[in-house]
């Protein structure tokens, strides 16, 4: 058995080295970039001090979470982290749908100018920089911004008095505004994946339906949906995985003091942590690396649930 | 027979740069420096040679100078941070602005040659005699334990922000200028009213202010203390000297004037969007673009120059802002809380790992003393000025004025064109400023520096022991971001003040504010004793 396996990996290298020499730059850029740095996750459990460096500073055990989670700055923490997974929920409830809508919209749609130039379109919106959308987000709702005056136009058209809002002011609005702005932003560019998945449903099978008789849109619920489960299931594992990933620079750049309470998120808290100039490297470190176990820990789990609910999962 | 040749030419070539290089080196050595300010200047120009100011003093101290820092980056911090990693092994002389907690914490730990002992032995003969001269500034910066790891910028002119107000909208009103605070109200209420940019539309913002943080310190107007100097984050104030410290966001007369100014949000008198507006933006937006801002707390000179902007000029040419005293309330003086901050924690180091330590502190040591002071602040003799005035002080050559007002001021001018008043190891001479101040500014800071105005008493800039600094470390950041958000509630109406007021402090003191004031307290007791 030994020896089998033995011949078998280096048989299996002669075979197909090409392969294995494409994947190497990969391989390398992965150990360096990714894995080596990992190393540096000890910060999370010491004093650290960029001049000591990680040798010369001081361990100190899980001093660096429980004053993330239990010190003075604990309710600033547990606000970040509960506003991070409500953000993120909101964006996986109505910002994951929206993709798969479109494409099956797209697809169902005659192909031709007016179908491309609408794709084009709308995967425009991922090319813009987070910065432009945010001042752009920002100007619209302004007090005297485009929003509040297109609103007041249209209330005055039926003769209701509006007193125009500030937004940006306004806890409760802060999470809608992000949620819009990131799918107005990302869904034509997350469409694609799942157009590329319909496109290549076989039409036979849209045939043999039609020939049984199904409406547009039994075939859109038998056929399409089911055709491309596979792919959705795999970007809702990855999807899940980045729940705790709210965007910080977004989040950074249309947030402000009077909205803290809904707006701050863990990456922005670690952030503001540091803002008097003098960062706590042990403390962000502990901060990021929670992020990322919690991360993982919802990918593994939602890994088994698609496993056991389905034939597709990641692993 | 040619390779031959070749290859003793080639040999010759290398002996001649050597020597070259031999004798191209200044007696004093070679001076490595990581030098950086504001996320985009270094030592050196674009080109590569070295800015006037630091040519200029390498020629006079003798040395050479080389600019190891990362021309091309845009986080001066963080390049200092990645210098930290390398036990700053790689130059003689570090330093940039925002630093002096690194310095403090990376001198502890023996990143840097403690000054003090070449001050007593008179290897610093220029900076030991400015701290003999200046005591207050000795015990700002040198440690309890007797040590000081940089030689740092030492500000001068004391006068920063002032009250400027729309005296084009008084005199359109037909209003007297106000005396009390409550004559201000009066004044500010009718310019909410009367519509004094004359538009028809009732949109004017009677207070505005560039930044939330400043617009806060308008409760200084009813009496309370908000900050106690430059620095946003010290909110530990003592009345006067050798005073009782206490945490001004929990006192009573901060509640008392947080009623004041809820009040005055709500009535629309303080502008609506002063916490949600990009910072930096209010001026412009307000003034010169919309013409709808009354009256804000700025700095004099920048601010007064908008008095003279053509561009403003000519959509509102009555447009006029002066300075006023700060107003009183109930019959109290009023008072002014911001001035320039005694100690600016920026300034520069040398590293331990230096194989030139003489030179690198004789280097430092320059720019205190009379010529080198003079350079740093106005330039190379000879080129942006000539000679002394008869104030002692350099005077600006007339083209240099003018140059610098059309390319974006005279400080971004001397940065640029000769690498002065970087934030490096030197005292500021505010006479730089004047000559290009505008007159009515120029009036407003010596009102403001005469007996008429009266100024609260400002935390001294303080040197805090391992244990002070930690609980100081460990609490303000978390206090400040609690007292702000709870402060931004209660001014804008979100939150009552009264009904609230006993679970804010209560939650302020579980946080740590007693703490932090005791800290504070017992350094402010070594300070007194040092500088008496």
């Not at chain 1, 609408?118 to 919106?125: A, G, I, M, N, R």
């Not at chain 2, 390049?79 to 930290?84: I, K, P, T, V, Y």
């Amino acid at each position: 058995m030994g020896m089998t396996a033995k011949k078998g990996i280096a048989g299996e290298l002669r075979e197909n080295w090409q392969l294995y020499v494409l994947a190497l730059p990969l391989a390398v850029w992965l150990i360096l970039y990714a894995y080596k740095p990992l190393i540096g996750l000890v910060i999370a459990f010491q004093k650290f001090s960029p001049f000591k460096g990680i040798a010369g500073s001081p361990f100190v055990g899980l001093d660096n979470f429980q004053r993330l989670m239990a010190g003075p700055s604990a309710y600033m923490f547990w606000r970040a982290l509960k506003n991070t997974v409500q953000i993120s929920l909101y964006g996986l409830a109505f910002g994951f749908p929206i993709p798969i809508i479109l494409a099956i919209l797209f697809n169902e749609a005659r192909e031709g100018v007016f179908r491309k130039g609408v794709q084009t379109v709308s995967y425009l919106p991922n090319l813009i920089s987070e910065v432009t959308i945010a001042s752009i987000v920002l100007a619209m709702l302004q007090l005297n911004g485009l929003a509040n005056v297109a609103i007041e136009g249209l209330l005055g058209v039926f003769g209701v008095d509006y007193k125009r809002i500030s937004w940006m002011s306004e806890p409760a609005f802060f999470q809608g505004i992000y949620v819009l702005t990131g799918i107005w932003k990302n869904a034509g560019f997350d469409s694609i994946v799942f157009f590329a998945a319909l496109v290549g449903i076989s039409p036979t099978l849209y045939e043999a339906a039609r020939i049984d008789g199904a409406s547009r849109i039994q075939r859109i619920r038998y056929v399409s949906i089911p055709g491309i489960m596979p792919t959705i299931i795999i970007m809702l594992i990855i999807r899940v995985g980045n729940v705790l990933n709210v965007g910080f620079e977004r989040v950074l750049l249309m947030y402000n003091p009077t909205i803290y309470s809904t707006a701050d998120v863990l990456g922005t808290f670690t952030f503001r942590l540091g803002s008097s100039g003098f960062i706590d490297y042990g403390l962000s470190t502990a901060s990021s690396m929670f992020n990322s176990l919690v991360g993982f820990a919802l990918v593994i789990v939602t890994n088994r649930i698609a496993r056991k609910a389905s034939e597709t999962s990641l692993w | 027979m040619k390779l031959r040749l070749i290859t003793r030419f080639g040999a010759l070539c290398v002996l001649l740069v050597l020597v070259q290089g031999a004798f191209g080196q200044k007696a004093g050595g070679e001076l490595k420096i990581h030098y950086r300010w504001n996320n985009q200047f270094s030592i050196s120009q674009p080109d590569k040679s070295l800015k006037p100011v630091f040519a200029f003093a390498a020629q006079k101290v003798g040395v050479t100078l080389k600019d190891v820092a990362n021309p091309v980056a845009t986080n001066d911090t963080q390049e200092f941070q990645l210098q930290a990693a390398e036990q700053f092994s790689a130059a003689d002389i570090y330093g940039g602005s925002s630093l002096a907690e690194y310095f403090y914490q990376y001198g502890t730990e023996g990143a840097f040659v403690d000054l003090m002992p070449y001050v007593k032995s008179g290897k610093l003969p220029n900076f030991k005699k400015f701290l003999d001269a200046n005591p207050d500034v000795y015990a700002a910066i040198v440690n309890p334990e007797g040590k000081l790891y940089h030689m740092p910028y030492v500000p001068d002119g004391g006068v920063a922000r002032v009250y400027y107000l729309r005296t084009d909208w008084l005199k359109k009103l037909g209003l007297a200028a106000p005396k009390t605070v409550e004559e201000l109200e009066k004044v500010l209420v009718a310019f909410r009213d009367k519509d004094p940019n004359g538009n028809g539309k009732k949109d004017e913002i009677p207070y505005f202010n560039d930044k939330y943080r400043e617009g806060v310190r308008l409760l200084t107007l009813w009496g309370a203390r908000v900050y106690g100097n430059d620095n946003y984050g010290v909110r530990v104030v003592a009345d006067q000297k050798g005073g009782k410290m206490y945490h001004a966001w929990t006192d009573a007369k901060f509640k008392a004037a947080l009623k004041e100014m809820a009040r005055w949000y709500k009535e629309g008198l303080v502008d609506q969007q002063l916490f949600t507006r990009k910072e930096n933006t209010a001026r412009k937006e307000l003034w010169t673009k919309l013409n709808v801002g009354g009256m804000t707390h700025e700095w004099v000179a920048s601010t007064g120059n908008y008095n003279l902007d053509k561009d403003l000029l000519k959509v509102v040419p009555d447009f006029k802002i002066e300075v006023f005293a700060p107003w009183g309330y109930k019959g109290a003086q009023g008072f002014e809380e911001h001035a320039r901050v005694l100690v600016k924690p920026d300034g520069w180091v040398v590293s331990a790992q230096s194989k030139n330590k003489d030179a690198a502190l004789a280097f430092m040591d320059w720019f205190y003393g009379e010529e080198g002071r003079n350079t740093t602040n106005f330039g190379v003799q000879g080129q942006t000025w000539d000679k002394l005035g008869p104030n002692g002080h350099p005077v600006f050559k007339p083209e240099v004025l003018d140059e610098s007002a059309k390319s974006g001021g005279m400080n971004r001018y001397l940065w640029e064109k000769q690498g002065a008043q970087a934030p490096l190891g030197y005292f500021q001479d505010y006479e730089y400023e004047r000559p290009w101040t505008p007159e009515l500014a120029v009036k407003g800071v010596d009102l403001y520096a005469s007996k008429a105005v009266k100024y609260a008493y400002l935390t001294p800039v303080m040197t805090f022991t391992k244990a002070e600094q930690e609980v100081v470390s460990e609490i303000t950041d978390v206090l400040n971001a609690f007292l702000e958000e709870s402060v931004i509630n209660m001014i804008t109406g979100k939150a009552e003040v009264d009904a609230g007021w006993a679970a804010y402090v209560a939650k302020a003191k579980e946080l740590g504010s007693e703490r932090l004031v005791a800290a504070y307290q017992s350094a402010y007791a070594r300070y007194l004793k040092s500088t008496n």
